[in-house]
T-cell receptor, first 111, second 112 residues
């Protein structure tokens, strides 16, 4: 039973446009959400996070939005760059130490 | 700091053989995590340790899997006997208290 779901396995976006990656969760006890980015042959690296007391967190070109009533969060990348091409994992937790990850979305940014 | 170190980076073995994956966490981190990545299930947490003590092993698929952390700088994940369905990328990650997790480069395991 997937508690964190990323229903789009892949996404293709033109350079300079906005990339929107989506994530849904089922456990209302989750109170902290993260996005990780993974390049081929490397481990995931932390990108951005949001606490459940907020609905938006922004860091440069990256913004995460949280809709608690819909149990949905999204990652916006604008403008998208070819270097953003990677697999993006959504993660959530209800404890300080244990994360539940989604299945990932492969983003391809083309020129 | 060299980050989280995993070895080997690639492992090819035959069904029934024992496989041992190794991890050296970032110095000073209190938590160590073992994950498995597959296309169908994404990143699954197998087990994690706090101060070398296993806290939650509910993600370990079955008794063929075992993990140890004999000291703060070393952990192993062992599969015995290995099966083709164990083929995946295995990641180790470490974290300080209240900090985000840092992942190693992973071990790509292929069981024939």
């Amino acid at each position: 039973d997937q508690q964190v779901k990323q229903n789009s396995p892949s996404l293709s976006v033109q350079e300079g446009r906005i990339s929107i990656l989506n994530c849904d969760y089922t456990n209302s006890m989750f109170d902290y959400f993260l996005w990780y980015k993974k390049y081929p042959a490397e481990g995931p690296t932390f990108l951005i996070s949001i606490s459940s007391i907020k609905d938006k967190n922004e860091d440069g070109r990256f913004t995460v939005f949280l809709n608690k009533s819909a149990k949905h969060l999204s990652l916006h990348i604008v403008p998208s760059q070819p270097g953003d091409s990677a697999v993006y994992f959504c993660a959530a937790n209800s404890r300080a130490d244990k994360l539940i990850f989604g299945t990932g979305t492969r983003l391809q940014v083309f020129p | 700091d060299a980050g989280v170190i995993q070895s080997p980076r690639h492992e090819v073995t035959e069904m029934g053989q024992e496989v041992t994956l190794r991890c050296k966490p970032i110095s000073g981190h209190d938590y160590l995590f073992w994950y498995r990545q597959t296309m169908m299930r994404g990143l699954e947490l197998l087990i994690y340790f706090n101060n070398n003590v296993p806290i939650d092993d509910s993600g370990m698929p079955e008794d063929r899997f075992s993990a140890k952390m004999p000291n703060a700088s070393f952990s192993t994940l062992k599969i015995q006997p290995s099966e083709p369905r164990d083929s995946a990328v295995y990641f180790c990650a470490s974290a300080g208290v209240g900090e985000t997790q840092y992942f190693g480069p992973g071990t790509r395991l292929l069981v024939l």
